[in-house]
């Protein structure tokens, strides 16, 4: 079955720690993004990638990082910059058509507390 | 900038009540109109779109009229069940950004059905 997968389900970061959250698809698709979700915020853009080796900020990237070495792939890893990292991180895939039409297609959600 | 604006909630319903979920829209461009659904502790998925003025998205008893002069997308189902309690996300994507497939998303809607 085709679809987003996204690890750990819940991860623990420690004082001055980067972590790293893992999404995997095997949809095919050339767009990934990462959004943050905090109750009662809906949903914030963090990074994006239209494209192998090629990524974007979004509205909320302080403290954050990505990568794009792969299709498949799109890695995002909180640094020790970001001071309140504690949320609910979704990716995300979708086609790139240029049109704004396409439906995005969502992990599980990867849940970061901090020790 | 873009920006979603939804109906506050939590909403409680009774089985089989009516059920509007209000929302409105302001972008630069013409865009695509989304609602999305997220079931506790899940990802979100898409429940129906619009691409233009004036189309209707249907899925699972749920509609939505793409309305351009009251900029609204208004998420409507004649009869609600249990299964439908989840958090329910409006989101535009807006194609003035050409080839950028971001979304907007709204802060959700907490929406309760009690048999």
């Known amino acids: 079955d085709g679809g987003i997968t996204q690890s750990p389900k819940y991860l623990f970061r420690k004082e001055g720690q980067n972590v790293t959250l893992s999404c995997e698809q095997n949809l095919n698709h050339d767009a990934m993004y990462w959004y943050r979700q905090d109750p009662g915020q809906g949903l914030r853009l963090i990074y994006y990638s239209q494209i192998v080796n090629d990524f974007q900020k979004g509205d909320i990237a302080e403290g954050y990082s990505v990568s794009r070495e792969k299709k498949e792939s799109f890695p995002l890893t909180v640094t020790s910059a970001q001071k309140n990292p504690t949320a609910f991180y979704l990716c995300?895939?979708?086609?790139?058509?240029?049109?704004?039409?396409?439906?995005?297609?969502f992990g599980p959600g990867t849940r970061l507390l901090v020790l | 900038g873009d920006s979603v604006t939804q109906m506050e909630g939590p909403v409680t319903l009774s089985e089989e009540a009516f059920l509007t979920i209000n929302c409105t829209y302001t972008?630069?461009?013409?865009?695509?109109l989304f609602w999305y659904v997220q079931y506790p502790g899940e990802g979100l998925q898409l429940l129906l779109k619009?691409?233009?003025?004036?189309d209707k998205g249907s899925n699972k008893g749920f509609e939505a009229t793409y309305r351009k002069e009251t900029t609204s997308f208004h998420l409507e189902k004649g009869s609600v069940q249990v299964s439908d309690s989840a958090v329910y996300f409006c989101a535009l994507s807006d194609r003035a950004n050409f080839g950028n497939e971001k979304l907007t998303f709204g802060t959700g809607t907490r929406l309760t059905i009690i048999p």
């Open positions: 619009a691409t233009k003025a004036d």
């Open positions: 972008a630069t461009g013409y865009p695509s």
């Open positions: 995300a895939s979708s086609t790139v058509t240029g049109g704004g039409q396409e439906t995005q297609y």
